[in-house]
């Protein structure tokens, strides 16, 4: 990766004009893409799950960047989920499924191996199925048979014809209907209502990351220059921020190609905090050396530590996550340190996921690097057929 223009990141109409696939204008869509998908789940008929009984147990099949659907679930349902919710990539149904159960399968192509071949299996068994998968697709073609659901992407995302967006960007668009399928079966509270406001925070969010914005005003920008030439450990203080966490990490990855690894407070407390004494934190500054001339002493650990609105946590959750930050100061890491406004739970999640996708992309542009293509993943796909 070459080194981090600032100049560009400084430049609005510079920065959209490099982001030729329009990723930028895609995230900022992100408001829309929940007000669509909420008509195109209600045309589907995803209101007529509620006439059924609920179901004994939901699973979710998803992967790669369709798999946030999945952790915005379980983050939100949480432990007062009434029934248990099961999240599977790919490989066997589990053998207990049957016709009291739910899955829902999630592909924004309708093609994905995993979540196609765990549709299939579960309507042979008589599951009540749900897929969000593009028109026409074999995955589609499953959610339309009889008592089951199938609502297509926000038609504005939709991939085809070569078009390289994917559900990195398009993440709304498969989480609403998910969302409000969940709903309609009595297993989490999220009506259309509360995705409205979910909708709005949103493009608070995209308005206060908009590319014009100045670096010190744009809390994205601010980010992506905190990071770098780092290696970034983000941090949850929380189940709700655990799924932001992952996120993030998987944004820096695939957007940035910037390796990132995610925790969450309090179980990965200790293994985080051991990182500070190893070979990416700080190093001992050479007092002769030549900040211009000198290169670089290599990259650096940064701690992005995403932190729910205070009201919405423990007082035992927030001196953890105070402790860690303190240990990382003392130890010479740097902390970035996001949080949310208050607000539904959805809506702090919502906002901090949208924060982070920003500074992937304005970190990826301003490194040079196109976040919507990568050439090693297209020659992965090609290989693996």
């Not at 100061?329 to 959805?346: Q, Y």
Request: hydrophobic residues 50%.
């Amino acid at each position: 990766m070459t080194a981090l223009d600032e100049t560009l990141l400084g430049d609005g109409d510079a920065l959209v004009a490099a982001d030729e696939h329009g990723v930028l204008r895609a995230l900022a869509s992100a408001g829309a893409q929940v007000r669509e998908a909420v008509g195109l789940s209600a045309e589907a008929g995803t209101a007529r799950l509620a006439d059924d009984e609920r179901p004994r147990a939901l699973v979710i099949a998803a992967l790669a960047g369709s798999s946030v659907v999945a952790d915005v679930v379980t983050a939100l349902a949480g432990r007062g989920c009434p029934v248990p919710v099961v999240v599977r990539r790919g490989g066997p149904l589990p053998s207990w499924v049957g016709p009291l159960d739910a899955v829902v399968a999630v592909s924004l192509s309708g093609r994905a191996p995993g979540p196609l071949a765990l549709a299939v299996e579960a309507a042979r068994r008589g599951a009540r199925v749900v897929t969000v998968a593009a028109p026409g697709s074999p995955l589609a073609d499953i959610g339309s048979r009889s008592g089951n659901v199938t609502v297509p992407p926000a038609r504005g995302l939709r991939a085809a014809g070569g078009d390289p967006r994917s559900s990195r960007v398009a993440v709304w668009s498969l989480v609403t209907p998910v969302l409000l399928a969940c709903d309609a079966l009595g297993l989490l509270d999220s009506p259309p209502e509360a995705l409205a406001a979910v909708a709005d925070r949103l493009d608070a969010e995209a308005d206060t990351c908009k590319p014009w914005s100045e670096p010190f005003v744009n809390p994205a920008k601010a980010l992506a220059l905190e990071l770098d030439g780092a290696v970034p450990v983000v941090l949850g203080d929380g189940d709700l921020m655990a799924a932001a966490a992952r996120r993030t990490a998987a944004m820096l990855a695939r957007t940035a190609r910037v390796p990132a690894v995610s925790g969450a407070l309090p179980d990965d407390a200790s293994e985080v905090v051991a990182t500070f004494g190893g070979p990416f934190a700080a190093r001992a500054e050479d007092v002769f050396a030549d900040p211009f001339l000198d290169a670089p002493t290599g990259p650096r650990l940064q701690l992005i530590v995403l932190r729910d609105a205070v009201s919405a946590v423990a007082d035992e959750e927030r001196r953890l996550a105070d402790a860690v930050v303190s240990t990382a100061a003392d130890a010479g890491v740097r902390v970035s340190e996001l949080v949310a406004d208050t607000g539904a739970p959805l809506e702090r999640l919502a906002q901090l996921i949208a924060r982070t996708d920003f500074a992937a992309a304005y970190l990826a542009l301003a490194s040079g690097v196109d976040p919507a293509r990568s050439p090693q993943v297209a020659d992965l796909k090609d290989r693996i057929g």
